[in-house]
Nanobody
Framework: VQLVESGGGLVQPGGSLRLSCAAS????????MSWYRQAPGKERERVTS????????NYADSVKGRFTISRDNAKNTVYLQMNNLKPEDTAVYYC???????????WGQGTQVTVSS
């Protein structure tokens, strides 16, 4: 399993970023996918998840109405569109897939998102 995130960077408050996660090594279209984030000194938290067809999504309260998760099963890629970014969104963002049969989480290397003026 390989997950490779991209798209992070420095953005001003109120700005937008789109993260991408390219997946390989497993049958992408049969797994739900998630984005997590970890801010300095804080525990990693789940931001959002998406079902296998993209029809089912859920979000942490802190990002509802601002972030949108989507997936393209033809490209084995999951996206995170982040709008109206706030300084408290600053964190390393990780792509995640959970393999229930092996009871194992797989993570990407993470991409840094910094929201600052």
């Amino acid at each position: 399993v390989q997950l490779v995130e991209s798209g992070g960077g420095l953005v001003q408050p109120g700005g937008s970023l789109r993260l991408s996660c390219a997946a390989s090594g497993f049958t992408f279209s049969t797994y739900a996918m998630s984005w997590y984030r970890q801010a300095p000194g804080k525990e990693r938290e789940r931001v959002t998840s998406i079902g296998i067809t993209g029809g089912s999504t859920n979000y942490a309260d802190s990002v509802k109405g601002r972030f949108t998760i989507s997936r393209d099963n033809a490209k084995n890629t999951v996206y995170l569109q982040m709008n109206n970014l706030k300084p408290e969104d600053t964190a390393v963002y990780y792509c995640n897939v959970y393999d229930g049969r092996r009871n194992r989480n797989f993570w990407g290397q993470g991409t840094q998102v910094t929201v600052s003026s």
